[in-house]
């Protein structure tokens, strides 16, 4: 007799594993990401990455069905970024999200964009302000200042 084991995975372990794993693709990409960005409307990013060219892209990670249906401030996120994206784990149910936003499949080891995101480019003013501060929010957590405001 074959014994098949069921794994549950938590919510909070689903949400580190999507956010490492996008992070991890990101990065391959050659974007340099920051986890838990508040941004200066007072939401909070669960990734922001800056591009190679400059350019910011903000992924907002969704655990699961539950976690979507709840939380409905991500339209917050557009004033801050040239592109936005969901990142969900591959369990994630077809259908579920928005089809404006770009969408990120991703596990702890890295991700797939499933589908682009539109780019709507930052003000020039906007996109230094905030360069900026990513740079100066990068420098402090890298001198073991933990901050997540920009």
């Known amino acids: 007799m074959e014994t098949i084991l069921a794994v549950t995975v938590s919510r909070p372990e689903t949400t580190d594993a999507v956010t490492r794993g996008t992070a991890r693709f990101l990065v391959s990409l050659g974007y340099a990401p920051l986890t838990e960005v508040c941004l200066p409307n007072g939401r909070r990013a669960d990734l922001m990455a800056l591009g190679p060219k400059g350019d910011l892209l903000i992924v907002e990670v969704k655990s ?87």
């Open 64 to 150: 699961g069905l539950e976690d979507f249906r709840i939380d409905r401030k991500w339209p917050e996120y557009a004033p801050y970024c040239d592109a936005f994206y969901f990142a969900v784990a591959p369990h994630f149910p077809d259908g579920v999200l928005p089809e404006d936003p770009g969408l990120i499949v991703a596990d702890a080891f890295g991700g797939a964009v499933v589908r682009e995101a539109p780019v709507a480019p930052l003000a020039p003013a906007r996109r230094k302000a905030l360069t900026l501060a990513f740079a100066r929010l990068g420098a402090m957590r890298a001198a073991g200042v933990r901050t997540d405001e920009l």
